[in-house]
C-alpha cells in the first residue's frame, strides 16, 4: 500500500511539469508585451522604446524562453509567485492568500450544499423510481442543468434579494451573503449528483447481490442503505475528488455576479488588467488542484475498495 | 399431510407498455417433505421465473395469478414484508452465479449474520458459533479467516458452498437451488451435487431443483418436470421421462443429452486406445 502511494505521488510530478510549462506558455502567447502592460498599469506617462527596453531587462524578459521558464518555476518552488504589476508593493503570493479564503468559504458551503441535498433527493428517486417525486426532480434537474450559472445567479438575485428582500445581493460580510451564491454555485453539481446517485443505485439494484439479499430475506432498509447505497457511493467518490477543484475554479463567474472577493474576482480583475503573474499563478494553482485531489480520491478510492485494495498489496 | 408445497394454475404476465405478455400458464406441481423436484428446460423456459413468482421476488411489471399454497399458507398474494420473513428462513433459495452474489465491498462473514440478524434474536456470540458451524459443515478451511475474506478473494465453488450453508443453518422446510452448479466447473460441480444429496437424505428437506442439466437432475430428483417456453411439457418420473416421454420437446432433450454422452465416451475411450 505505501508503495503504491508513493508510486502514485512520483507519478504525479511529470504531470505537474507538463501544467506548469503549458501555464507559462499559454500565458506567454498573450500578444502584447508584458514589459510596456507593467509601465502602463504603474502610469508612467511618457512610454518609449528605451523605458522598455529597460523593463525588459529589470524584469528579466530579456533572457532566453527555457531559462525564464526555469527561473519562475524555482521561484514558485520557493513559494515566491513574483509581484503583482497593478500594486508593486503586493506580492501575487500574498494577493492569493487574501482572497482564497473567500473562495474556500464559498467552494466549502457549496459542497456541503451539494452531498446533504443530492443524496437524500438523489436516494429516494432510486428508491421510488417513476414516483411524482421522480418525475418531479428529473424535471427540475432537466431545467437545471441546461441553465448557466450566472443566469441562475441573476434570477435567484432578482427574486430572492429584490422581490421578497430577504437576502443581500451581493458583497460578503455574514452567513446571509454567502447563501444565494453557495446556492448557485452548487445548482448544477445538485443535479450532476442526483442523477449520478439515482443512476448508480438503479444500476446495483439489477445486481445479483441485490437478488440474493432478497432471497435471504434482509429488511428492504438495510439492503438500500447497507448494500445498494455503499456500493454506489463507491462510483461517486472519485467524482466528488474531481468536483472539489472545480468548485474552486468554477467560482469565477458566480464570484462576479455576487461580487464575491474571492479568487475569480481577483482573476478577472487581473484579466482585465494584464497583470500576468496573478493569472499565471492562478491558473497554476487551480492546476495544481487538480491533480492533487485527483490523486488524493484515487488512493482514497483504493483504500476504500477492498479490491482493489488487494490488488495493489 | 406430507405436502410441503402445492402449486395451482401458476401464471405470470409480463406487462411492458400497453402489451402483456404471457410468460408462465398454467403450472401445477406438489413438493412433498423429502422429496426432490427436478424442473428441467432450456434457457428462457420459464424455470427461475417459476420460483421468484412464488416468492415475490419479481418486481411490479409482473403480475402472478393462481395458488401457491406453502404450508397451508397461501403465497401468491401474500404481503412483502411476510414474504420477506418466509424467505431465507422457510424457504431457503440457492442462486446460480456464486461470484456475483455476495456484495463486493463486504466480508463474507458480515453477510453471513446478516442473514441471522434478519431472521433469529440470537445474540452475538451464537452468530458468531452458528456462522462458524455453517462453515465447518461445508468442509470450509480456516472458517474464521474466511469469516473475514470479502467474495472475490474466494472461488467459485467455496462461495456456492457458503451459499448453501447460508440456505440449510436456518433449516428450511423447502430448498430451492436455482441452476446451482451451472457457473462453476466440473470438480465443484461434482462436490456440490454431493452436498445437495447429503441435504436430501440427512435433513429431509422438500427441494425444487431448477436445471437444465439432465445429468444433474438424474443423480437427485425424484420427480420432473420439464418447462417449455412457459409450460408444462411433460411431467412424472425420472425414469418414466427418460424412457417414456410423452411431449415431443422432452424427447429431444432426451436424444440431444444422449448423442452428446455418446461423443463423450467414444471420445474417452479412443484416447484409452491410443494410449494402451
Known amino acids: ?313 | 399431510m406430507n405436502t410441503v408445497l402445492e402449486v395451482k394454475d401458476l401464471s405470470v404476465a409480463l406487462k411492458v407498455g400497453n402489451n402483456t405478455k404471457q410468460i408462465l400458464s398454467n403450472i401445477d406441481f406438489t413438493v412433498d417433505k423429502g422429496q426432490c423436484l427436478g424442473i428441467l428446460g432450456q434457457s428462457g423456459s420459464g424455470k427461475s421465473m417459476t420460483a421468484k413468482s412464488m416468492l415475490g421476488l419479481l418486481d411490479r411489471n409482473f403480475t402472478v395469478t393462481g395458488s401457491a399454497v406453502y404450508k397451508e399458507k397461501e403465497l401468491i398474494g401474500e404481503s412483502k414484508e411476510s414474504l420477506r420473513d418466509i424467505r431465507g428462513k422457510e424457504i431457503a433459495m440457492v442462486l446460480q452465479n456464486p461470484m456475483t452474489c455476495f456484495d463486493p465491498l463486504c466480508r463474507i462473514g458480515s453477510q453471513i449474520l446478516e442473514t441471522f440478524q434478519a431472521h433469529t434474536d440470537w445474540d452475538a456470540s451464537k452468530q458468531q458459533a452458528k456462522a462458524l458451524e455453517l462453515l465447518e459443515r461445508m468442509r470450509i478451511h480456516d472458517p474464521l479467516e474466511v469469516m473475514e475474506k470479502h467474495p472475490h478473494q474466494l472461488s467459485g465453488g467455496m462461495l456456492q458452498r457458503i451459499m448453501i450453508g447460508i440456505a440449510m443453518i436456518m433449516e428450511p422446510s423447502l430448498l430451492i437451488a436455482d441452476e446451482p452448479t451451472t457457473a462453476i466447473d466440473a470438480i465443484n460441480q461434482y462436490s456440490i451435487m454431493e452436498e445437495f444429496k447429503n441435504i436430501k437424505n440427512e435433513y429431509n428437506t422438500a427441494m425444487i431443483f431448477i436445471t437444465h442439466d439432465l445429468g444433474a437432475i438424474a443423480k437427485i430428483a425424484d420427480e420432473v418436470l420439464v418447462l417449455n417456453q412457459g409450460r408444462i411439457a411433460d411431467k412424472g418420473s425420472l425414469h418414466g421421462i427418460l424412457h417414456h416421454a410423452a411431449d415431443p420437446y422432452t424427447r429431444l432433450l432426451i436424444e440431444k443429452r444422449a448423442a452428446v454422452m455418446e461423443r463423450y465416451h467414444n471420445a474417452l475411450y479412443k484416447e484409452k486406445l491410443r494410449y494402451a
Open chain 1, 1 to 313: 500500500m505505501r508503495n503504491y502511494i508513493i508510486k502514485r505521488v512520483l507519478g504525479a510530478i511529470p504531470l505537474l511539469i507538463c501544467i506548469s510549462f503549458l501555464c507559462f506558455v499559454f500565458i506567454n502567447l498573450i500578444p502584447s508585451d508584458p514589459a510596456e502592460v507593467a509601465l502602463r498599469v504603474s502610469q508612467v506617462p511618457v512610454i518609449t522604446e528605451e523605458i522598455i527596453a529597460e523593463t525588459r531587462a529589470a524584469m528579466g524578459l530579456d533572457k532566453p524562453y527555457l531559462v525564464r521558464y526555469l527561473d519562475w518555476v524555482i521561484n514558485c518552488l520557493h513559494l515566491d509567485f513574483g509581484i503583482s504589476y497593478t500594486n508593486p508593493d503586493r506580492t501575487v503570493g500574498g494577493e492569493l492568500l487574501r482572497c482564497l479564503p473567500a473562495t474556500l468559504v464559498l467552494a466549502g458551503a457549496s459542497l456541503v450544499l451539494v452531498i446533504f441535498l443530492s443524496l437524500p433527493i438523489g436516494f429516494f428517486c432510486a428508491v421510488y423510481k417513476d414516483s411524482w417525486f421522480d418525475r418531479i426532480t428529473r424535471g427540475f434537474i432537466f431545467m437545471t442543468t441546461a441553465m448557466p450559472a450566472y443566469w441562475v445567479g441573476l434570477l435567484l438575485m432578482w427574486l430572492v434579494s429584490i422581490k421578497f428582500d430577504l437576502l443581500p445581493t451581493s458583497g460578503n460580510g455574514s452567513w446571509k451573503h454567502l447563501i444565494l451564491p453557495a446556492f448557485t454555485v452548487s445548482l448544477t453539481y445538485i443535479s450532476t449528483y442526483i442523477r449520478l446517485i439515482r443512476n448508480n443505485m438503479l444500476e446495483n439494484m439489477k445486481e445479483d447481490y441485490v437478488l440474493y439479499a432478497n432471497v435471504r430475506g434482509l429488511p428492504q432498509k438495510s439492503i438500500l442503505v447497507k448494500h445498494i447505497l455503499k456500493n454506489s457511493l463507491h462510483t461517486c467518490i472519485v467524482a466528488v475528488g474531481m468536483s472539489i477543484p472545480q468548485l474552486i475554479a468554477g467560482t469565477i463567474v458566480v464570484e462576479n455576479v455576487f461580487a464575491w472577493p474571492g479568487l475569480g474576482t481577483l482573476c478577472i480583475t487581473s484579466i482585465f488588467n494584464r497583470d500576468y503573474p496573478v493569472i499565471q499563478t492562478y491558473v497554476l494553482l487551480i492546476g495544481v488542484l487538480f491533480v492533487v485531489f485527483n490523486l488524493l480520491f484515487d488512493i482514497i478510492q483504493t483504500i476504500a475498495d477492498p479490491r482493489l485494495k488487494n490488488e495493489v498489496s
